[in-house]
């Protein structure tokens, strides 16, 4: 036996082998595309690079201010998501405002401070805004914070998350001539103040008038350190700051804030026995 | 056309069978024979040799498969041809002189040889079947098919020195199974 004898053999082997194999495309096998390591390398910095302009990207991209108007509550809705070094620009026609949630209060007697801008295209730096003074929110007022951070930052704006302002504190028609913004509450014993700050901004040529029931208005001049009373009626023609102070006898009282026609707002002051101290309420 | 419809074709001896079968099988018949004889010539003529045989086999046989019957018939035509261009080029006619006398010689076809010949062919058909499929590919292409390694790796996609080192192993093997199967 030779190999002559073997391939003669061959040539009669079962007739499956051959159909199956004469079609050489049906048994072609499939090349696997490696692909070199200078590729793979090539791809993995590309990937690496985009990471990097993502997060570039994202941090170019800090939460600022980001305020919209909600026509279904009427509000003014102010929504913290991004943070700049200085605030959106806004205007009293179009009712928008910017607001600064002071986290340190807590949210059961939390204090909003908002302002609102006379001039449209003004901008207000953050640290001017930081250093703003605060008003009461009603605490009854369910929906005054949608959500309440739990954040003990002061500089709360350093602090990326979002939060939603429905500013109804603020009535309409007082929109319409400034808002008053109340410096924290009044302890008569504790205080350094001689009363409860009042900073009332206003927009030029409508002069508002605030009478109190009871107490009286002070003014205080920071350079020579006098105090002048100006009785328990006030009027503001101006943006300016200045005080209400008890009498000795007052307990809860009332300051309303009319434009000479009718009342835009009213501050009620209540007075808590137990910690000695006043607070002030902005009402409708 | 279906296998089936041709040998129909050739059953009715219709003269549209040659062209149906050459339609379908010129192409692995022109490989098996071109592998073999190395001439395109040569080739075509075995083809058209195969076809005649074709002809002439069918009827009264009806192969099952058609494809390997016609493969086996140009394969063992061109070894043939083979044979005959072998003999021709021998030197002088020294050759062709013991090929003729070849003729005066009874056929040396015993029942023996012939039984040899198939239990050869059914340990080698067991072989096949204990291959891998990619191992029965490069076998039955090569020895049955005579696929250059050239070939074999346009068809595999493997290197041809990794071909060359699969048949040997594939020869090897075959070889201790020959043994094993006291063919040899």
């Known amino acids: 036996m030779n190999g002559k004898d073997i391939f003669n053999a061959v040539g009669n082997i079962d007739d499956k082998y051959i159909s199956e194999f004469a079609d050489t495309s049906k048994f072609k096998k499939k090349k696997i595309f490696l692909l070199s390591p200078k590729f793979y390398g090539s791809i993995a910095a590309v990937f690496v690079l985009g990471i990097a302009v993502f997060i570039a990207l994202q941090q170019k991209n800090r939460p600022s201010i980001d305020i919209q108007n909600d026509s279904v509550h009427n509000n003014t809705v102010i929504s913290e998501t991004k943070q700049t070094e200085s605030i959106a620009e806004v205007s009293p026609e179009s009712s928008i405002y910017s607001a600064h949630y002071d986290v340190s209060k807590g949210s059961e007697h939390s204090t909003n401070n908002i302002i609102p801008y006379s001039t449209p295209s003004k901008s207000i730096p953050y640290e001017e805004r930081h250093d703003a003074d605060y008003i009461d929110i009603p605490s009854e007022e369910p929906h005054a914070y949608e959500e309440a951070p739990t954040a003990t930052n002061e500089n709360s704006l350093d602090v990326i998350f979002s939060i939603k302002v429905y500013a109804a504190e603020i009535p309409e028609k007082l929109s319409k001539n400034g808002a008053v913004q109340i410096k924290g509450d009044f302890d008569p014993l504790m205080s350094s103040s001689t009363g409860i700050g009042i900073e009332f901004q206003v927009t030029p040529y409508e002069p508002v008038t605030l009478q109190a029931e009871s107490g009286y208005f002070v003014t205080w001049d920071k350079d020579s350190g006098v105090i002048t009373e100006h009785g328990s009626s006030f009027t503001v023609s101006e943006t300016t700051d200045f005080f209400w102070t008890f009498d000795g006898e007052t307990n809860n009282t009332a300051i309303k804030v009319t434009d000479g026609n009718s009342v835009l707002s009213t501050i009620n002051i209540s007075y808590d026995e137990s910690t000695n101290t006043f607070y002030a309420q902005n009402t409708e | ?184």
């Open chain 2, 1 to 184: 056309m279906e296998d089936e419809k041709i040998i129909e074709l050739f059953f009715g001896r219709s003269e549209s069978a040659i062209k149906e079968l050459a339609a379908k099988f010129e192409k692995v018949c022109m490989t098996v024979s071109m592998n073999i004889l190395g001439s395109r010539e040569d080739a075509e003529e075995c083809i058209n040799d195969t076809y005649l045989a074709v002809w002439n086999a069918i009827p009264p046989q009806k192969p099952d498969n058609l494809t390997a019957f016609i493969c086996k018939i140009a394969r063992n035509l061109s070894l043939k041809k083979s044979s005959y261009n072998s003999a021709e080029k021998r030197q002088g006619n020294y050759g062709n002189c013991i090929d003729e006398l070849n003729e005066c010689i009874p056929a040396q076809h015993t029942v023996e040889s012939e039984t040899e010949f198939a239990e050869l062919s059914d340990t080698v058909n067991k072989f096949i079947s204990s291959l891998d499929k990619t191992n029965q590919f490069l076998f039955v292409r090569r020895y049955f098919f005579s696929d250059s390694y050239e070939s074999l790796s346009k068809h595999t996609g493997l290197k041809e020195q990794a071909i060359r080192t699969r048949l040997s192993r594939i020869r090897s093997n075959l070889k201790k199974f020959l043994a094993e199967q006291e063919v040899l």
